[in-house]
């Protein structure tokens, strides 16, 4: 049986041609057999036919593609390649499924569906990113998405070319396409590029879009957009646009044919009129230019709210509001200008009409307003409109206009007036769209008018029609080219395809004597006419084949397009060709006071895409092409270019910028005349298919190999078709081709290519009628064994059945008989169990015995033999080893004899040989073949050392060069002490400058060859010579002026700085010496007044008992308080100098010794606090009157300021080389004399303390008794360790101040030397660059010269930035004085509110003293180390650190530095802290960082805020607080405001957390969700080429399957929650999120994935989804985390559900969490299986109304919100840490900042 027997079988489908629906479908009655003359067929009408075939087959006709390839997404990949197929695949799509887009090859085939779709939204665009074309359904955006990726990949121009007729949606489409554009390449900059691009499309529809006869929106005129995008990190952001327009129908402005209106914009301000009154408008059908249509309205569509947007849209493209208005203005006036009646003229003194002149009123009211509007004179306008000027030889001639003249030259005024309007706008808008800054590549989106025909087609059509030819052309080319390429990457043979070339058309329109040509010279011609040129046309053209002359008259020619022979009406050609307007109008219409009006009329036509295209540098695939200018000639009146040769250049000038990307074409497909929705007329279809080349791709697939298959697609489908031994599941490619043999025969009809497998037409279906009938044969097999398997189980039960009952009935009979011998048998059975118990007792004695005897006996025996057997094993062993020591001996000793005889003979053979080659060499034979061609090769040898030699020189000199240029770079970069901050850019600039010089050196050979001409340009060479010299003269007088000023400005600096250090240090000694005489003073009168409480105590201890001791105060604990307060007074006043703020020329190293001094006095002022806490211990020790321990602390205080001295000595010696040695040196005695003091002080204590102690021995120990406890004792015990551990901390940070100090004096030295040491140099180099300037290349010295203005210029401008700083410094170091001054005097106010507070009551004390007490849980800072205390806790805590410590601890240090704040009531330090705190977060969530430290931030943020609220004194938060936890509440600070704060901190950072979680999940969840490793099937539509798919490689890819990965992905991220310390609540809710957008990204790929629509996917879904569930249950998870999968879930339940009529209930109460789009796009998509009964549109519609009537919100959107994230739920938890139980560990390097108390 041939295959063609076996296609045409009956029963198979076929197409036949039908008169009104072109092709029908019908049914083979009969199988066709070779020879037969006819067919019988069967039509779906149920009519019989009989079709005549030839004999042998030929005109068979064609059949229908087999089911599965019914609604492909690729026309292409049909395996019947013919026009029937094509127009059923796309009926299909679009009737039935209700799909408008489909790919054709490299075509989008759209349909316009005349109806709102849901396919455009930002979800729909989010699922198109990032997916190749072909992975999803059709879509313009796919075609978008792989533009952009060509674009980001390639970095090359790309174009996308929309096409169509009128009302088929072209405009829509580019609309869309600029959408994605602007959506995925979205501007960051201020500009909002995207917004701007997307606000010129309403502008660009009002003034160029109008209502024809078949579509409400057709684009009256061309328009290419270039989007602009820059290249920045490897991603491509949108940068601007601009906008090219071609061929304006102007011919509307002032006519429109019945059913058609005019521009919108005009409806548009009709309907607006009330806004602006001055512009006198009335309603729309008052004005000639709108009534003649007599459609003036538009259903659905509101011209005022049109107009709003339009003006909205105009202010968003920076149109101010008084260009608005006078835009506004000009149109109302062209409106008025229509409406100027011309009215018949009468001769003078008759009333005789005047044929030659007519008239127009003086006071007519729109001659009026039209000149009040554009602010003209009305009368020049009346007056032109009435005459003509023509020029004579020497003089004008005036001549008056008739009726028709006068009307027509207002209506030429009015067409160039909105002419002039239109190109202005659109340059308004290429400014606002187009930055100016340089592109680094473009996508051109080209809407262009479509074939058009009408009754009677005039220059418009020609124009538009010679334009679609035109890129007819360039598309057939492409098409070709790419199905060449294709074939040539897979390796395989092809002939060459005829394809349709319309080049003859083409030359028909554009050649010398072409239709263009001899149009443009009859326009020349004074007296040319339509008629004429019609003459010229049937003589001239009659010879192209593609011309044809009208049957009848002469005013009318025939043209055959590639689509069409289309009848062109020659009148109007020359009229329109020419666009002319009265000289004089045009001079009236510029000479307006308006200044808008002025400057439109000012403006030349220029073709813009051709100026872009004619720039000195061009692009073009990748290489660069510089072209010469030349000076553009300006044509005369005479010469003025025709609008078919403007337009001629414009279309040449679109097609090699179209030429120079790389294209994608969209096809618009207009699906009949009535825009009713998804109706479908086959006739008008059919014709725009041939028209828009799409049956053309369709013809070049078919005629080479139009069937694809990847391998494994093709093995999953045929491997039926192979028997097992021919599989190989290791080499799919084998299994494949051992397929293809079996069953195709013909080597023709297949290839095997790379990847692929390409069929010819027919083959597919061909296989797919051969696996039918094997499917069939085995589904036949396997219900027969199935219905077997059925009766004979039936069988089986029935026969148990009655085996059961015959059962039953024997056994009862059975047991009445057993019952009477059981009674007889009783007896003999009790004696014969009593016998039998007797005789067994004894027969098991016996046993035992026996067994007993014969378990020895057998022992002995296998003893015996194991030994035996294993002496035999051992003597074996030891024969084996023996005897294989004996054969490999014999062996090596073989084998070292048979090498012996081996090398003797192989050394005799080469003995032999050697001898023979030694007399051949000896030959002159031989030494001529040695030597020939040596000659040659040493003279092309030393021409080759030549070249090198010259070579290597030029790159010496090069290298030379570039030396220098190093050197001079590193000089520039030592001019300054900031240079080093700009080292790494100097480098940057050097490998800058080498690319630059390598660009250059290649322009450069370019540029002399195309640049041959110039050789006049070394004439000017010694005039620029000298030109160089002046300047650089120039340059070296500036460097000496500003060498010179920086020498005088350093020395001044000098002097004025000594001066100033000389004033300061003379003011700085008067105040100390003021400052001492003061301390002096007081320190006498304290002492005074201590003298007399000490002798005052001593009476009152002589005359008072001991219930009042404890009221007394000694002359020691006063001395102790009053002089430790004087004491540090003195220290701090001494070291409070104030200084001149002015020193912004001193030295760094000034600033270093200056940090270190406000250093040291921060300590000195700790110092002063802990010596106010040893007062306060000392006041305790004295009042206890211990004598031998107050003697004790006195020389351990001795002590102690000894070794304070000694440290003041060494940092005195440490700093000698500072530039405040005299400031330093007044310090360190004033330091000095406070020791000085303090010792004498403590001497006059110790002898006090000695009178006291003698005067209290005289006194009754009894009195004693209250003050010899433990307690005191313990408490003076903790004072004096207090004291040392004080003195020993100033001693720590003493020295290491010391050393930093050193080490700071030592770095500015060095770097002081060094900068000196690199000026220098730089000085030298730059005048030895001068000198050597006649040496020097010129380029490379101008690039130079260049080079060192901008970084002189850079240096000064660094240089004042530098002196700026230092002032700011300057200025905020006096502020800090200031301060330090405010706060020393609050200090001592408040020591002496302490004195004050100390003299109170003894309940005063006793409160005083439990107030003072230390509370616990807090953690001391200084304000100047939040920043590092932050970063250390923030930025540089590890993941692997605080897996180790408390969850949350960072927050509880951060919340016990808080309280520490309260507890000191510092205001500005907890708002300071927590401000710190949420911005260091904010800026760490805002950086890239990874998931764990996002977790941590999480966690941290929400320990921080429950501690907020549970020690924050809240009622509802504290009532599980424990008695000390609410001692430990917050007393000064209400943080309401900060919890808010960071609430919002944390909401932020659980969105950024899931927003990273769901980009590392996106790429894992399709193939876990959709796919499944046990069910091997890929999901790539089958031969869809081009497209970039992820197949396997073989069923068996990969090791872990997809499903597990994810879940894998999922564990991951659930343990370092764990880790962490995330709480559970918190983790449910992520990962309720995450699976929400699992189930948005599976449901939104399977909406978008039609392919896949299946009941196997549904099996597949609800496997995968079961194994998610399986964990979440896992992890004990609550079940609302699952809730976000139920669409999913219920997707995979619609599946796999029944589809009749009868389940739509069903079907209803399944899908409760699908919208009706959802439901009914899965049931359109739905791929039925070869056995599964057909969806009908009845089940649809009762599906669709049931539905309906759901009570759910109606929402058309079938796509889920990918980017939609759940509300975070923080939830308070009660936190049981005991704050005093935290300790700080030292890994966190944080002891020297923060210390528990």
Not at 1058 to 1066: A, C, S
């Amino acid at each position: 049986m041939s295959s063609e027997e076996m296609l045409y079988a009956k029963g198979s489908k076929i197409w036949i041609p039908h008169p009104e629906q072109v092709w029908e479908s019908a049914t083979l009655e009969d199988s066709y057999r070779m020879g037969a003359a006819c067919l019988k067929v069967q039509t779906e009408s149920g009519a019989l036919k009989e079709i005549k075939v030839k004999p042998d087959g030929s005109n068979l006709p064609p059949l229908r593609n087999p089911a599965i390839l019914v609604g492909q997404n690729d026309l292409t990949t049909l395996s019947y390649l013919h026009e029937p197929g094509v127009l059923y695949n796309l009926r299909v799509r679009f009737c039935e499924r209700q799909i408008i887009y489909t790919y054709c090859g490299i075509i989008l085939v759209a349909f316009n569906p005349y109806a709102e779709m849901p396919l455009y939204g930002p979800n729909i665009i989010r699922a198109y990113r990032g997916h190749a074309m072909g992975e999803l359904e059709p879509h313009i955006f796919a075609l978008a998405e792989e533009a952009y990726t060509k674009l980001e990949r390639e970095n090359c121009n790309l174009s996308i070319i929309v096409s169509g007729e009128s009302g088929a949606g072209k405009t829509v489409s580019a609309k869309y396409a600029m959408r994605y554009f602007a959506a995925v390449g979205g501007s960051e900059s201020e500009t909002q590029v995207e917004r701007k691009v997307l606000a010129s499309s309403p502008i660009m529809e009002a003034f160029g879009n109008a209502k024809t006869t078949r579509n409400d929106n057709s684009s009256r005129f061309g328009k290419f957009t270039k989007l602009l995008f820059r290249n920045h990190m490897g991603v491509m952001y949108l940068q601007g646009a601009t906008m090219h327009t071609y061929l304006l129908e102007k011919s509307r402005v002032v006519y429109q044919a019945q059913g058609e209106r005019n521009y919108h914009i005009f409806y548009q301000l009709c309907a607006a009129r009330a806004k602006y009154p001055e512009l006198v408008l009335e309603h729309q059908d008052k004005y000639q230019f709108l009534n003649m249509g007599g459609a003036p309205d538009i259903e659905r569509v509101s011209d005022a709210d049109q107009f709003n947007e339009t003006v909205q849209a105009m202010t968003v493209l920076g149109f101010s509001i008084q260009q608005i208005a006078d835009i506004v203005k000009i149109l109302a006036g062209i409106l008025h200008l229509g409406n100027i009646e011309v009215c018949k003229k009468y001769k003078d003194g008759s009333e005789e009409e005047d044929t030659e002149s007519c008239d127009i009123f003086q006071n007519n009211m729109h001659l009026q307003v039209t000149g009040d509007l554009l602010k003209i004179n009305p009368d020049d306008l009346r007056r032109w409109l009435l005459m003509r000027k023509i020029e004579s030889v020497n003089e004008y001639v005036l001549i008056p206009n008739n009726i028709e003249m006068a009307m027509a030259a207002r209506d030429a005024l009015a067409k160039h007036i909105y002419a002039k309007l239109f190109q202005y706008i659109v340059g308004v808008l290429n400014k606002s769209l187009n930055n100016g800054s340089k592109q680094c590549s473009f996508i051109g989106v080209l809407d262009i008018y479509g074939f058009e025909t009408f009754e009677v087609n005039s220059f418009e059509q020609f124009c538009i029609n010679y334009a679609n030819e035109k890129l007819q052309q360039q598309f057939n080319q492409h098409v070709f080219k790419l199905e060449q390429e294709e074939y040539l990457k897979e390796g395989i043979t092809w002939t060459m395809i005829d394809f349709y070339d319309n080049q003859p058309c083409i030359d028909l329109i554009e050649s010398r004597l072409g239709v263009l040509d001899l149009l443009d010279e009859e326009c020349r011609m004074p007296k040319g006419s339509d008629e004429s040129w019609a003459g010229k046309l049937i003589d001239k053209c009659i010879k192209f084949p593609h011309f044809e002359k009208p049957r009848f008259g002469t005013t009318s020619f025939f043209i055959k397009h590639f689509s069409d022979t289309v009848e062109y009406d020659v009148n109007g050609f020359l009229e329109k060709n020419r666009d002319t307007v009265s000289k004089e109008l045009t001079n009236v219409m510029a000479q307006s006071n308006m200044s808008l009006c002025k400057q439109v009329m000012s403006l030349e036509e220029v073709d813009t895409l051709s100026t872009d295209a004619n720039k000195n540098t061009t692009t073009l695939g990748g290489r660069v092409v510089i072209s010469a200018n030349r000076k553009q000639v300006v044509p005369s009146k005479q010469h003025k270019k025709t609008v078919g040769s403007q337009f001629q250049e414009s279309l040449a000038s679109l097609i090699s910028t179209l030429h120079a990307t790389t294209p994608h074409y969209v096809r618009c497909i207009k699906p009949n005349d009535d825009k009713t929705a998804f109706k479908w007329e086959t006739a008008k279809i059919i014709q725009q298919l041939r028209a828009c080349g799409v049956l053309e791709t369709v013809r070049i697939s078919a005629a080479g190999f139009p069937s694809r298959w990847l391998y494994p697609d093709f093995y999953m489908r045929y491997q039926l078709l192979a028997y097992r031994n021919q599989i190989d599941k290791n080499d799919m490619k084998l299994s494949c081709r051992n397929i293809v043999l079996k069953w195709i025969q013909d080597e023709d009809k297949y290839r095997f290519g790379n990847t692929q497998i390409f069929f010819r037409a027919g083959q597919v279906a061909y296989l797919e009628q051969v696996r039918a009938n094997l499917r069939k044969k085995y589904i036949t097999i396997v219900q027969s064994v199935v219905r077997r398997f059925i009766k004979r189980r039936r069988y089986l039960k029935l026969q148990a059945i009655i085996s059961g009952i015959q059962r039953h009935a024997r056994g009862y009979m059975a047991r009445v008989r057993a019952q009477k011998m059981r009674e007889v048998r009783a007896a003999l059975i009790l004696s014969k169990y009593a016998r039998g118990w007797l005789c067994r007792r004894r027969y098991l004695r016996l046993c035992h015995s026996v067994a007993g005897i014969q378990q020895y006996a057998r022992g002995m025996l296998a003893r015996k033999r194991f030994f035996a057997m294993r002496d035999y094993y051992r003597a074996v062993q030891i024969q084996r080893f023996v005897r294989g020591v004996l054969a490999r001996r014999t062996y090596q000793k073989r084998r070292r004899n048979i090498i012996i005889c081996q090398a003797a003979v192989r050394r005799f053979l080469a003995r032999r040989k050697f001898k023979r080659m030694k007399a051949e060499a000896k030959t002159i034979s031989h030494m001529e073949n040695k030597y020939m061609g040596l000659e040659n090769k040493i003279i092309s040898m030393q021409q080759r050392i030549d070249e090198l030699n010259r070579d290597n020189s030029s790159l010496k000199h090069k290298t030379s060069e570039i030396s220098v240029l190093k050197m001079k770079l590193e000089m520039k970069k030592n001019l300054e002490f900031e240079f080093k901050t700009i080292k790494a850019a100097c480098n940057d600039k050097d490998k800058l400058i080498e690319a630059l010089n390598k660009q250059l050196e290649s322009e450069r050979d370019e540029k002399m060859q195309l640049l041959e001409e110039n050789g006049h340009a070394q004439e000017d060479w010694t005039a620029q010579k000298q030109m160089w010299c002046m300047e650089n003269e120039e340059l070296r007088k500036q460097v000496d002026s500003m060498i010179d000023m920086a020498k005088n400005s350093e020395s001044n600096q000098r002097e004025r700085e000594e001066r100033m250090l000389t004033e300061i240090d003379n003011k700085e000694l008067n105040e100390a010496y003021q400052r001492a005489i003061k301390d002096k003073e007081v320190i006498e009168n304290e002492n005074y007044t201590l003298k007399e409480e000490l002798s005052r105590m001593q009476q009152h201890h002589n005359g008072l008992g001991p219930y009042n001791m404890h009221h007394a105060r000694s002359a020691s604990n006063a001395s102790s308080q009053n002089d430790e307060d004087v004491g540090y007074g003195s220290a701090r006043n001494t070291l409070d100098i104030n200084r001149t703020p002015d020193l912004t020329n001193k030295s760094d190293s000034f600033f270093d010794s200056t940090s270190i001094v406000v250093k040291l006095r921060s300590i000195l002022e700790e110092e002063k606090q802990k010596h106010k806490y040893l007062q306060e211990q000392y006041v305790k020790l004295a009042s206890r009157n211990k004598p031998t321990e107050d003697s004790f602390r006195v020389s351990e205080l001795e002590v102690e300021n000894e070794k304070l001295r000694s440290d003041y000595d060494q940092l005195r010696t440490s700093i000698k080389h500072g530039v405040e040695i005299n400031e330093l040196n007044a310090q360190h005695a004033a330091l000095q004399e406070e020791v000085r003091r303090r010792r004498e002080e403590c001497i006059q204590l110790k002898a006090v303390l000695l009178q006291q102690s003698q005067a209290l021995r005289s006194f009754d120990p009894d009195n004693l008794q209250l003050r010899a406890d433990g307690s005191h004792v313990n408490e003076l015990m903790e004072a004096f360790q207090a004291q040392k551990l004080v003195n020993r901390q100033l001693e720590s940070e003493l020295k290491a101040i010391t050393e930093e100090h050193n080490s700071k004096l030592m770095e500015m030295t060095q770097t002081i030397e060094r900068i000196g040491q690199e000026k220098g140099e730089m000085q030298e180099a730059l005048f030895k660059s001068i000198d050597e300037f006649d040496d020097a290349n010129v380029d490379t010295l101008k690039q130079n010269d260049r080079y060192l203005r901008l970084e002189l210029k850079k240096a000064i401008t660094q240089y004042l930035l530098v002196q700026e700083e230092l002032k700011l410094a300057n200025a905020k170091l006096s502020a800090y004085r200031q301060d330090g001054g405010k706060l020393e005097n609050k200090l001592e106010e408040e020591m002496i509110r302490n004195k004050a507070a100390n003299s109170n009551s003894d309940v005063g004390a006793n409160v005083a003293k439990q107030k003072s007490q230390n509370p616990l849980g807090l953690m001391k800072f200084h304000n100047s180390d939040l920043d590092k205390i932050l970063q250390r806790l923030l930025s540089n805590l590890m993941p692997r650190t605080v897996v180790g410590l408390l969850p949350g601890f960072p927050a509880y240090l951060i919340f016990m530095c808080i309280r520490y704040t309260d507890l000191t009531n510092a205001e500005e330090d907890v708002r300071e802290l927590l401000s710190k705190f949420v911005m260091q977060i904010k800026k760490m969530h805002r950086t890239p960082h990874p998931i764990e430290n996002r977790v941590i931030w999480l966690v941290n943020s929400i320990t921080l805020l429950n501690l907020l609220k549970q020690y924050g004194d809240i009622e509802e938060y504290v009532k599980f607080n424990t008695d000390k936890q609410n001692l430990q509440q917050l007393t000064n600070f209400n943080l309401f405001e900060y919890r808010r704060v960071i609430l919002d901190l944390i909401v932020n950072l659980y969105q950024a957390l899931v927003m990273q979680i769901q980009g590392l999940l996106d790429p894992k969840i399709v193939p876990a969700i959709l796919n499944n490793d046990e069910i091997q099937r890929t999901r790539h539509p089958h031969g869809m080429r081009n497209r970039n798919f992820d197949a396997q490689s073989s069923p068996e890819h990969g090791n872990i399957p997809a499903w597990k990965q994810l879940i894998g992905q999922l564990e991951h991220f659930y343990k370092q929650f764990q880790h962490f310390g995330l709480a559970a609540v918190y983790a449910e809710q992520i990962f309720s999120q995450l699976l929400y957008f699992v189930c948005a990204v599976a449901l939104n790929c399977l909406m978008l994935r039609g392919d896949i629509c299946m009941w196997e996917t549904g099996m597949i879904i609800r496997y995968n989804l079961g194994c998610i569930e399986d964990w979440v249950r896992d992890k004990k998870m609550s079940n609302d985390v699952l809730a976000p999968l139920a669409p999913l879930n219920q997707v995979s339940q619609l599946l796999q559900s029944r589809k009749s009529e009868e389940d739509v209930q069903t079907i209803c109460d399944l899908c409760t969490s699908l919208n009706t789009a959802q439901v009914l796009k899965v049931m359109k998509s739905y791929k039925l299986d070869d056995y599964e009964s057909e969806i009908t549109n009845v089940f649809l519609d009762k599906l669709t109304q049931k539905l309906n009537e759901r009570q759910m919100p109606k929402v058309d959107e079938f796509t889920m919100d990918q980017n939609f994230i759940h509300p975070f739920k923080v939830v308070f938890k009660y936190s049981d840490i005991k704050l005093e139980e935290i300790e700080l560990p030292s890994h966190l390097n944080l002891d020297e900042f923060l210390t528990k108390i």
